[in-house]
């Protein structure tokens, strides 16, 4: 079946700090692959996305690539700010299966001034 | 617009109670879910429904029943529940041809 996997938390960085969570995946075929992020008390966000291997999603700062190969898309960011504390979830939707996303089990982040 | 609301925010039952969650979206979509968020475990898929009149089981269906009988609407409910059911649960929505969901904040639900 289709799986994803996030390192665990927390993170704890400080501002202006290189962040990056890793995220790998198995499924068969060709996923989409999602980043959304949940602030605290609010639902998910969706943060970006990619469609195809090689593919660069990016938004807000934060970018994470398709890699095929690995199996694997991992979300960076070059400068966190404290107001990108927050948890960050990895999912994909397998090809022709638009309606089931397979969640990772998130990754908890805090940036401290 | 107001996007993907859910009713109510938080809730307190007695095991063997009953209860409805409702979701409602005012953009058209086709597609809407029920989610479970539980610490460590990510989201994990209840039921969900590709129109309406129609509903289908997710990963972990098990003691929820759901109805979708306006395409806006999308029911959750509880006949009897059970400590194990303390979650947050999250309604999402996506329109046709798209791949991107759009959650609603979310209801804690504490069943004692």
């Known amino acids: 079946g289709n799986s994803v996997t996030q390192m665990e938390g927390p993170v704890t960085l400080s501002e202006e700090a290189f962040l990056t969570i890793n995220c790998t995946y198995t499924a068969t075929g060709y996923p989409s692959l999602f980043w959304y992020v949940q602030y605290p008390g609010e639902g998910l966000q969706l943060l970006l996305k990619?469609?195809?291997?090689?593919d660069k999603g990016s938004n807000k700062g934060f970018e994470a690539t398709y890699r095929k190969e690995t199996t694997s898309f991992h979300l960076e960011k070059g400068s966190v700010q404290v107001s990108d504390s927050a948890v960050y979830f990895c999912a994909l939707s397998p090809y022709n299966a638009g309606n089931m996303l397979t969640f990772g089990g998130g990754t908890r982040l805090m940036v401290k001034p | 617009n107001a996007g993907v609301t859910q009713t109510p925010k938080f809730r307190v039952l007695k095991t063997g109670q009953s209860m409805t969650l409702l979701c409602a979206q005012d953009?058209?979509?086709?597609?809407m879910y029920w989610y479970r968020q539980d610490p460590g475990m990510g989201l994990r898929l209840i039921h969900y429904?590709?129109?309406?009149?129609?509903?289908a089981k997710g990963e972990v269906p098990d003691g929820y029943n759901v109805s979708r009988l306006k395409k806006q609407n999308f029911l959750l409910g509880l006949e009897s529940a059970a400590p194990s059911q303390t979650s947050v649960y999250f309604c999402a929505s996506r329109g046709f041809g798209y791949n991107e969901q759009f959650f609603g904040p979310g209801t804690r639900l504490t069943v004692l």
């Open positions: 990619a469609t195809k291997a090689d």
């Open positions: 429904s590709v129109g309406e009149g129609t509903t």
């Open positions: 953009m058209n979509h086709e597609y």
